[in-house]
């Protein structure tokens, strides 16, 4: 069973199936991460750019700004969900989701 991935409204919304699932505005702690020198960087995602899907794994690339220490740019596919069984199960921003490694090819 195939899954619609898109970028919807200028960046703000990752749809899934034809439903927004995803919002750029959360806060996301990222663990293991090379956008600044934070241990856990809070990154607020301003839009999404690009999503893909490599297996189950539902990722973006998105622009965003960390909270604690003020470094915008850029993020090489984040992790934001699975699909499992034909549905789409989002990761909670609270949830501390490494980067995906950048080379993956989810096209």
Do not use: K
């Amino acid at each position: 069973m195939a899954t619609e991935l898109r970028v919807l409204d200028d960046g703000a919304w990752i749809s899934v199936d034809n439903r927004r699932r995803v919002p750029n505005s959360d806060i996301w702690p990222l663990a293991v991460t090379d956008f600044c020198a934070c241990e856990t960087a809070h990154v607020v995602l301003e839009a999404f750019t690009d999503v893909g899907v490599d297996g189950e794994r539902v990722a973006v690339q998105a622009v965003g700004q960390c909270i604690d220490c003020g470094t915008e740019g850029g993020l090489d596919w984040l992790a934001v969900g699975r699909v499992r069984d034909g549905e789409f199960h989002p990761y909670a921003p609270g949830e501390l989701r490494a980067r995906l490694e950048t080379g993956n090819d989810f096209r």
